[in-house]
């Protein structure tokens, strides 16, 4: 079984649902009618040589390029309820997945979701992350490349306490905890 849009906007926020840290108020764009868009974060990192960026502008990615990205929500998930995200369709229709193999997401995590992102085209592609100045004003319209998708949870006695989130996770960076040092 897999939540609606009534039974996701009657979980946020719930002790036995699910819901954002940074976010009081989830925005009803976000809500589809069984799952929830989520928006790009500015912070981007390449596994393979380590670099991290904040961007201030759309970010491109190189033709065939891969990079880690992550969700600007940060969110938290009761051992009531397990998650799957996945490439929304418009992404993959441009030749962008974000989302290749690490798209599950156990009961009681808590964190920022991080993204694989792929550029599959011969062309770059610019992503266009939330981008906000010095002064808190929104410069770039963030676009969301990804949904999230809530599914019930029986019988959970062990929460998610890994290493990448948990219910003792804060705010801090879920993609320098994946990148090895």
């Not at 989830?26 to 589809?32: A, G």
């Not at 500015?42 to 390029?65: A, M």
Request: negative net charge.
């Amino acid at each position: 079984m897999i939540l609606g849009n009534e039974a996701i906007i009657k979980a946020f926020n719930s002790p036995t649902g699910w819901g954002f840290n940074n976010a009081s108020v989830l925005e009803k764009k976000q809500v589809q009618p069984a799952s929830v868009d989520l928006r790009l974060d500015s912070w981007f990192t390449c596994p393979v040589n380590k670099t991290v960026w904040n961007v201030r502008e759309p970010f491109v990615l190189k033709p065939q390029g891969f990079i880690l990205g992550r969700t600007l929500e940060s969110l938290w998930l009761s051992q009531f309820l397990a998650a799957q995200v996945s490439t929304r369709s418009s992404a993959m229709r441009d030749g962008i997945d974000v989302c290749m193999s690490a798209g599950w997401v156990d009961p009681g995590y808590s964190g920022k979701i991080t993204l694989e992102i792929t550029n599959h085209t011969e062309v770059p592609f610019i992503l266009n992350p939330l981008v906000v100045n010095d002064y808190g004003i929104l410069q770039y319209e963030n676009q969301s490349y990804c949904q999230i998708k809530f599914f019930p949870v029986m019988g959970c006695t062990e929460p998610y306490k890994g290493k990448y989130g948990g219910p003792q996770q804060d705010e801090s960076d879920m993609i320098s905890k994946g990148v090895e040092k």
